[in-house]
Nanobody, 118 residues
Framework: QVQLVESGGGLVQPGGSLRLSCAASGFTFATFPMSWYRQAPGKRREWVAGITASGSSTNYADSVKGRFIVSRDNAKNTVYLQMNSLKPEDTAVYYC???????????WGQGTQVTVSS
């Protein structure tokens, strides 16, 4: 079955950086585009960034464009999210899933908490 395991979150000051990882299994990772999503308290889950199956193309939500970088290692079945210049409004639980923007799988991982605060 599909498993998605996110890690790398934590508490960081505004302006800081974090690198999230998502280890995937249970599907042919290298053939699926992957995306990162986040859910802040009291808000709906939103799409953040996506990467094509080959890794040759990426796209981002306007709110993170220029600050976040999504990448992947198909040999390791892992997708990453490098987050720079973090802002308090980036505070959320971050998740990954297959798909361009709409999540491909109904099952989600546990997510990883990112808290941006001084």
């Amino acid at each position: 079955q599909v498993q998605l395991v996110e890690s790398g979150g934590g508490l960081v000051q505004p302006g800081g950086s974090l690198r999230l990882s998502c280890a995937a299994s249970g599907f042919t990772f290298a053939t699926f585009p992957m995306s990162w999503y986040r859910q802040a308290p009291g808000k709906r889950r939103e799409w953040v960034a996506g990467i094509t199956a080959s890794g040759s193309s990426t796209n981002y939500a306007d709110s993170v464009k220029g600050r976040f970088i999504v990448s992947r290692d198909n040999a390791k079945n892992t997708v990453y999210l490098q987050m720079n210049s973090l802002k308090p409004e980036d505070t959320a639980v971050y998740y990954c899933n297959a798909g361009q923007r709409v999540a491909r799988f109904s099952s989600w991982g546990q997510g990883t908490q990112v808290t941006v605060s001084s």
